[in-house]
């Protein structure tokens, strides 16, 4: 086995588990908002900023996949080492898995947000509504964290 074997691998794995924490973020927003819309359409504007935002995980896991596979030797190149896919292997399971937990709980804040945006939570409006949209926002921290340390490892 060669490095190449390991950042192949690596790449799927930025791109699938990202994916995969974003598809569940995504799919638990969007059937809140859905249940909002079909109160009040007026309100879509603000649950598609909601329901999209957990939608930039799979994006991070993409992007990191990319760079992976565009610095690998698939494109032309280098092939890396074994010590080079392992540092690939490395920064890709960061994305990864940063990008399932963090998709998977930004979807719940969004989700929240949603909620508060269909008026449920009447005794906090004015303290919270300047915030819900600020709050699933705070998720992206720790993912784009991920792809801070997945550069640094590709570019070592």
Do not use: W
Request: proline share 3%.
């Amino acid at each position: 086995m060669n490095g190449l074997v390991l950042a192949v691998f690596a790449a799927v794995i930025a791109t699938v588990l990202a994916g995969i924490g974003s598809a569940k973020g995504v799919g638990g927003a969007g059937q809140a908002s859905m249940g909002v819309l079909s109160e009040d359409p007026s309100k879509f504007g603000k649950m598609l900023v909601l329901t999209l935002l957990p939608g930039t995980q799979g994006l991070y896991g993409f992007i990191v996949g990319f760079l992976i596979v565009a610095n690998c030797g698939v494109l032309g190149g280098d092939i890396p080492d074994l010590a080079h896919g392992f540092a690939f292997l490395a920064a890709a399971c960061a994305i990864g898995i940063g990008g399932l937990v963090s998709g998977i709980e930004q979807g719940k804040t969004a989700v929240s947000g949603i909620a508060k945006g269909n008026g449920i939570y009447h005794a906090c409006r004015n303290l919270c509504s300047s915030f819900v949209h600020r709050f699933p926002s705070c998720c992206n921290f720790y993912s784009q964290s991920s792809i801070l340390t997945e550069r640094q490892n590709v570019n070592d």
